[in-house]
């Protein structure tokens, strides 16, 4: 279920190149440490594939939500062809920067900043755009941390005020590599970036495109499609309402009873499901840690 857990920076997607989840040892080099430390939320949160599946699809509404974001995405990577296989190697570029080593994650992040740099162009009115805007960097990391902590918070575990503090002043050095200058350390900052750009933010069909690919349920068909679209409009939910409204996203998106209570039921079984294949457990032996740090 973990269709999106963006961290990738603007107009682009992790390159092709890059490894995938079976060609990533999370347990070597043995000791060394990764950007995020075994006790910090980032550990606990990104463990949980249900806040990384709904958070990831709120942060790509909020960066589709900017035409300049939407048509760099749209015009120069493959998610028109393959949404999912973008989906996937963004999302290991994310696991990589939580539990990966540090020089793999240099290494990682390094790749996605080349591709970076080729990607630029015009958007349908005119406006150009580049990857490396800064203003469009911060932006897309600021939608990642607020996705994925929202969406643990609603879906999975309430969280106190100082957990979700330590979770926005967590470090700062994975959106530094990415070459983001701007990083929230509350909601309220966040907040305050999102406020500068709401006079840029339109509906568009792209964004119901998008939704629709997520709530078809092409990347885990194995599961029942009415899960799926339950998480497509769980991530709607977390939506700030005057982006939602800015979208027109309309009441066929609205998250019924049902569908909350069973998100919730699938985040809360995520996340006591102990996985030994997963980069949370093989981080923590990398580190000569129990496998099941994340979980305590």
Same mark, same amino acid.
Request: no cysteine.
């Given at each position: 279920?973990?269709?999106? =857990?963006?961290? !990738?920076? /603007?107009?682009?997607?992790?390159?092709?190149?890059?490894?995938?989840?079976?060609?990533?040892?999370?347990?070597?080099?043995?000791?060394?440490?990764?950007?995020?430390?075994?006790?910090?939320?980032? +550990?606990?949160?990104? $463990?949980?594939?249900?806040?990384?599946?709904?958070?990831?699809?709120?942060?790509?509404?909020?960066?589709?939500?900017?035409?300049?974001?939407?048509?760099?995405?749209?015009? &120069?990577?493959?998610?028109?062809?393959?949404?999912?296989?973008?989906?996937?190697?963004?999302?290991?570029?994310?696991?990589?920067?939580?539990?990966?080593? $540090?020089?793999?994650? @240099?290494? #990682?992040?390094?790749?996605?900043?080349?591709?970076?740099?080729?990607?630029?162009? #015009?958007?349908?009115?005119?406006?150009?755009?580049?990857?490396?805007?800064?203003?469009?960097?911060?932006? #897309?990391?600021?939608?990642?941390?607020?996705?994925?902590?929202?969406?643990?918070?609603?879906?999975? &575990?309430?969280?106190?005020?100082?957990?979700?503090?330590?979770? +926005?002043?967590?470090?700062?050095?994975?959106? @530094?590599?990415?070459?983001?200058?701007?990083?929230? %350390?509350?909601?309220?900052?966040?907040?305050?970036?999102?406020?500068?750009?709401?006079?840029?933010?339109?509906?568009?069909?792209?964004?119901?495109?998008?939704? *629709?690919?997520?709530? !078809?349920?092409?990347?885990?068909?194995?599961?029942?499609?009415?899960? %799926?679209? =339950?998480?497509?409009?769980?991530?709607?939910?977390?939506?700030?309402?005057?982006?939602?409204?800015?979208?027109?996203?309309?009441?066929?998106?609205?998250?019924?009873?049902? *569908? @909350?209570?069973?998100?919730?039921?699938?985040?809360?079984? /995520?996340?006591?499901? #102990?996985?030994?294949?997963?980069?949370?457990?093989?981080? =923590?032996?990398?580190?000569?840690?129990?496998?099941?740090?994340?979980?305590?």
């Amino acid at each position: 279920m973990n269709e999106h =857990a963006t961290l !990738s920076a /603007a107009g682009g997607e992790a390159p092709r190149q890059s490894p995938t989840p079976t060609e990533i040892d999370f347990t070597r080099p043995a000791g060394e440490e990764a950007y995020y430390a075994p006790d910090s939320m980032h +550990w606990r949160i990104f $463990k949980n594939e249900i806040a990384l599946a709904v958070g990831g699809v709120a942060a790509v509404l909020l960066e589709f939500a900017d035409a300049r974001i939407r048509s760099g995405v749209w015009d &120069h990577s493959v998610y028109p062809v393959d949404p999912i296989g973008r989906s996937q190697r963004t999302g290991m570029a994310a696991m990589v920067g939580v539990y990966g080593p $540090k020089s793999v994650a @240099r290494r #990682v992040i390094g790749g996605v900043n080349r591709m970076h740099a080729k990607v630029a162009g #015009v958007t349908p009115r005119g406006e150009a755009y580049s990857a490396q805007d800064p203003e469009l960097l911060d932006w #897309v990391s600021a939608t990642a941390q607020y996705g994925f902590l929202t969406a643990y918070d609603r879906f999975v &575990h309430r969280l106190s005020e100082a957990e979700k503090h330590a979770y +926005w002043n967590g470090g700062d050095e994975i959106p @530094r590599l990415y070459g983001v200058t701007e990083i929230p %350390h509350s909601e309220a900052e966040f907040f305050a970036m999102m406020e500068r750009l709401l006079p840029r933010f339109e509906p568009h069909p792209i964004n119901l495109e998008f939704l *629709e690919i997520i709530a !078809s349920g092409r990347a885990r068909p194995e599961i029942p499609r009415f899960i %799926h679209r =339950a998480l497509a409009r769980a991530a709607v939910d977390i939506l700030p309402p005057i982006v939602r409204r800015k979208l027109e996203l309309g009441r066929e998106w609205d998250l019924s009873l049902r *569908e @909350r209570l069973l998100v919730k039921l699938f985040g809360k079984m /995520a996340d006591r499901k #102990v996985d030994p294949a997963s980069p949370a457990y093989r981080a =923590a032996l990398r580190l000569r840690l129990p496998g099941n740090t994340a979980w305590r």
